[in-house]
């Protein structure tokens, strides 16, 4: 629609918004062109770039974390997805849509964007909450494209039963057909991650209302069918083929009482989920559990937040910053005809600080059932849907495996005889 113009929330920043090919209404929406829109720092003067996506009822306003990025060598850019935050008009169904997948298209156009400023240079992805998880999926469909990915706080599974979500999925599915636009009950909000955060209330931090923490943010059936198939497609493993970084808060907090300690705890997703869920992601994933975070970590008290941004910079240092080391990492990747993306036995690749390469002991666990109905494509819209065309979801490269992990990573679990020792589990934790 526009190039880049000042950005009218942040000074001294751009944007450029354009709409989105394929995108239609849902019913009952104004007659207005849905939008998407990539937020940058400057104009370009570094050899890297990072992307970054926000999370459920949020939008990109916070400049410390481009700032770090920036002193890390990083020109940063946050895109802003349909009917949410930039592009959020009043009337639209805030943040809703039918299918994960149809923000691809958005994902795809901040690339190609970012690869005007920057021909040729490595990307990489950094996503929150329910941005973590879009990212995810979205990156597994795109092998090769991909510096790294960063995931903070990625809502990879829903707190609770993993069985009680099994039992309820067919249910989601048939509601989300016959009545997508329903809103879905999930409890009352108690406002307690908003107090932790907000300067006016017990926190620091200062946001558009309108665009974050906004009661126009409904949960609907149709949004939730979408959310629990992205989670069962990371249950049956994505083979993401570049360096992951998972971090969480040391532990989630779901009191109904306010308690200060609310300010050093993840109030929004079950952490013990998200890090039981990380190795799925793919063969190389460093997953780092921070005491004192709260659900979005770079919002963080000090000295926590300091310690967030010196875990980041280590793995950056690690995974993304030397020279050749990502394609040293795809060379060890290799993949088969069904296009399931597989480790070259030969290679050696491992992870340390408490993640592993190697045989996972004892067999594989069964993949918690994918959403009836969903094939992990973008499947044609229902009445009442959000509207996007379904497009080429590029399933040749989707993994078609049978476990729920790779053979190549451990689970954490409880120590018996003859096990390894405790510290040598899938999850870490920083208590430094």
Known sequence: MSGWV?????AGYEARSWSIPGARRAEGEPEVILTATLVRRNEPRHARAVLYL???????????LADWFDAQGFDFYAVELRRYGRNLVPGLYAGYVTDLAHYESELDRAVAFIHEDHPGAPITFMGHSTGGLTGALWASRRPGLLAGLVLNSP??????????WRMLSPVAAAISVVSPLAELATGVDTGFYRRSLRADEDGEWDWELDLKSNPAFVHRWGWGRAVLAGQAR????LH?????????????DFSRTWNEGMHEADLVLDVERICSAAPDLGPLVTIRRVTGGVHDLVLSREPVRRQIFEEMSRWLGAYVLPAGLIGQYHETLRHDGAGTVQQDPDAGVSESRGEHGGQRPGGERKPRSAVPGSDGGAPDEPDGGDGTAAQDDQRGWWPQRKGRHGSWFRRPRTSQAGDEPAENTGCTENRG
């Open 6 to 10: 000042p950005d009218p929330l942040l």
């Open 240 to 252: 993401i083929d570049t360096p992951v970084l998972v971090m969480t808060s040391a532990r989630s």
């Open 54 to 64: 926000h999370g459920w009822n949020d939008y990109f306003f916070q400049t410390h």
């Open 155 to 164: 809502w990879l599974d829903m707190q609770g039963s993993p069985a009680l």
């Open 234 to 237: 990371v249950a049956a493993g």
